[in-house]
Protein backbone atom coordinates (compact mmCIF):
# COMPACT_ATOMS: atom_id res chain seq x y z
CA UNK A 1 0.00 0.00 0.00
CA UNK A 2 1.35 3.67 -1.16
CA UNK A 3 1.59 6.06 1.53
CA UNK A 4 -0.46 9.21 0.24
CA UNK A 5 1.71 12.06 0.20
CA UNK A 6 0.49 15.93 0.21
CA UNK A 7 3.15 17.61 -1.31
CA UNK A 8 4.41 19.68 1.50
CA UNK A 9 6.93 18.54 3.89
CA UNK A 10 7.43 19.68 7.63
CA UNK A 11 9.95 21.89 7.07
CA UNK A 12 6.97 24.51 5.41
CA UNK A 13 5.18 23.68 8.54
CA UNK A 14 4.27 27.41 10.18
CA UNK A 15 4.66 25.94 13.86
CA UNK A 16 8.43 25.22 13.10
CA UNK A 17 9.21 28.32 10.73
CA UNK A 18 8.24 30.29 13.57
CA UNK A 19 9.86 28.28 16.36
CA UNK A 20 12.99 28.15 13.78
CA UNK A 21 13.00 32.29 14.13
CA UNK A 22 12.11 32.33 17.64
CA UNK A 23 15.42 30.39 18.42
CA UNK A 24 17.37 32.28 15.45
CA UNK A 25 16.59 35.46 17.11
CA UNK A 26 17.57 34.43 20.61
CA UNK A 27 20.63 33.48 18.93
CA UNK A 28 21.39 36.45 17.26
CA UNK A 29 21.53 38.69 20.77
CA UNK A 30 24.72 40.42 21.80
CA UNK A 31 24.05 38.99 25.45
CA UNK A 32 23.69 35.55 23.39
CA UNK A 33 26.72 36.48 21.51
CA UNK A 34 28.59 37.34 24.41
CA UNK A 35 27.72 34.21 26.62
CA UNK A 36 28.55 31.91 23.46
CA UNK A 37 31.81 33.69 22.93
CA UNK A 38 32.71 33.58 26.39
CA UNK A 39 31.62 29.73 26.35
CA UNK A 40 34.06 29.18 23.47
CA UNK A 41 37.11 30.68 24.86
CA UNK A 42 36.47 29.08 28.12
CA UNK A 43 36.43 25.64 26.19
CA UNK A 44 39.41 26.47 24.65
CA UNK A 45 41.47 27.44 28.25
CA UNK A 46 40.02 24.33 29.57
CA UNK A 47 41.80 22.33 26.79
CA UNK A 48 45.47 23.91 26.75
CA UNK A 49 45.13 24.22 30.30
CA UNK A 50 47.02 21.44 31.34
CA UNK A 51 50.36 22.96 29.49
CA UNK A 52 49.21 26.80 30.58
CA UNK A 53 49.54 25.52 34.51
CA UNK A 54 51.87 22.56 34.09
CA UNK A 55 50.17 20.03 34.87
CA UNK A 56 50.82 18.24 31.84
CA UNK A 57 52.53 15.57 33.22
CA UNK A 58 49.46 14.17 34.88
CA UNK A 59 48.53 12.14 31.59
CA UNK A 60 44.98 11.29 32.82
CA UNK A 61 43.85 14.69 34.08
CA UNK A 62 45.72 16.52 31.35
CA UNK A 63 43.48 14.14 29.13
CA UNK A 64 40.54 14.34 30.50
CA UNK A 65 40.79 18.69 30.20
CA UNK A 66 41.72 18.44 27.03
CA UNK A 67 39.18 16.14 25.90
CA UNK A 68 36.51 17.94 28.01
CA UNK A 69 37.49 21.64 27.23
CA UNK A 70 37.65 20.35 23.30
CA UNK A 71 33.85 19.25 24.03
CA UNK A 72 32.82 22.26 25.67
CA UNK A 73 34.64 23.67 22.54
CA UNK A 74 32.60 22.29 19.99
CA UNK A 75 29.39 22.57 21.94
CA UNK A 76 29.95 26.21 22.29
CA UNK A 77 30.77 26.73 18.70
CA UNK A 78 27.37 24.48 17.79
CA UNK A 79 25.41 27.45 20.04
CA UNK A 80 27.04 30.52 17.84
CA UNK A 81 26.45 29.02 14.64
CA UNK A 82 23.17 26.66 14.73
CA UNK A 83 21.51 27.60 18.01
CA UNK A 84 18.10 26.56 16.82
CA UNK A 85 18.90 22.99 16.66
CA UNK A 86 21.73 22.50 19.29
CA UNK A 87 20.30 24.79 22.34
CA UNK A 88 18.87 21.09 23.99
CA UNK A 89 22.46 19.98 24.42
CA UNK A 90 22.54 23.35 26.41
CA UNK A 91 22.40 20.97 30.35
CA UNK A 92 25.61 19.60 29.00
CA UNK A 93 27.29 22.18 28.98
CA UNK A 94 26.63 22.82 33.12
CA UNK A 95 27.72 19.62 33.31
CA UNK A 96 30.88 19.79 31.62
CA UNK A 97 32.07 22.43 33.97
CA UNK A 98 31.29 20.54 37.41
CA UNK A 99 33.25 17.39 35.88
CA UNK A 100 36.50 19.93 35.13
CA UNK A 101 35.64 21.19 39.01
CA UNK A 102 35.58 17.54 40.32
CA UNK A 103 37.81 15.88 38.33
CA UNK A 104 41.19 16.59 40.22
CA UNK A 105 39.57 14.71 43.20
CA UNK A 106 38.46 11.75 40.77
CA UNK A 107 40.84 10.31 38.73
CA UNK A 108 43.50 8.40 40.37
CA UNK A 109 47.19 9.38 40.06
CA UNK A 110 46.38 13.35 39.83
CA UNK A 111 48.54 15.78 41.26
CA UNK A 112 46.80 17.99 43.51
CA UNK A 113 48.29 21.42 43.85
CA UNK A 114 47.01 24.50 44.83
CA UNK A 115 47.63 25.96 41.26
CA UNK A 116 45.79 22.77 39.49
CA UNK A 117 42.82 23.33 42.19
CA UNK A 118 42.63 27.03 41.30
CA UNK A 119 43.19 26.32 37.77
CA UNK A 120 40.08 23.67 37.72
CA UNK A 121 37.84 25.31 39.87
CA UNK A 122 37.90 28.25 38.37
CA UNK A 123 37.76 27.04 34.84
CA UNK A 124 35.14 24.44 35.50
CA UNK A 125 32.81 27.43 37.37
CA UNK A 126 32.81 29.90 34.57
CA UNK A 127 32.52 26.82 31.75
CA UNK A 128 29.63 25.90 34.41
CA UNK A 129 28.00 29.23 34.88
CA UNK A 130 28.38 29.88 30.83
CA UNK A 131 26.48 26.83 30.33
CA UNK A 132 23.57 27.60 32.82
CA UNK A 133 23.68 31.54 30.76
CA UNK A 134 23.04 29.50 27.60
CA UNK A 135 20.15 27.08 28.92
CA UNK A 136 18.63 30.31 30.80
CA UNK A 137 18.91 32.10 26.95
CA UNK A 138 16.91 28.99 25.83
CA UNK A 139 14.25 29.12 28.45
CA UNK A 140 13.64 32.23 28.46
CA UNK A 141 12.80 32.20 25.22
CA UNK A 142 10.56 29.17 25.65
CA UNK A 143 8.67 30.96 27.99
CA UNK A 144 8.55 34.63 26.55
CA UNK A 145 7.63 33.41 23.00
Given at each position: ?????T???????????????????????P?????????????L?????????????????????????????????????????????????????????????????A????????????????????????M??????????
Amino acid sequence: MAVPTTGSSIEHHPDLVEMRARYEKAGSTPTAQLVEGLSFLAGLYMAISPWVVGFNTSTSLAVSNLVVGLAFAVLAFGFGSAYERTHLLGWTAPLLGVWVIISQWVINGAPDTTSIVVNNVIAGGVAALCGLAVMGLAMGKKRKG
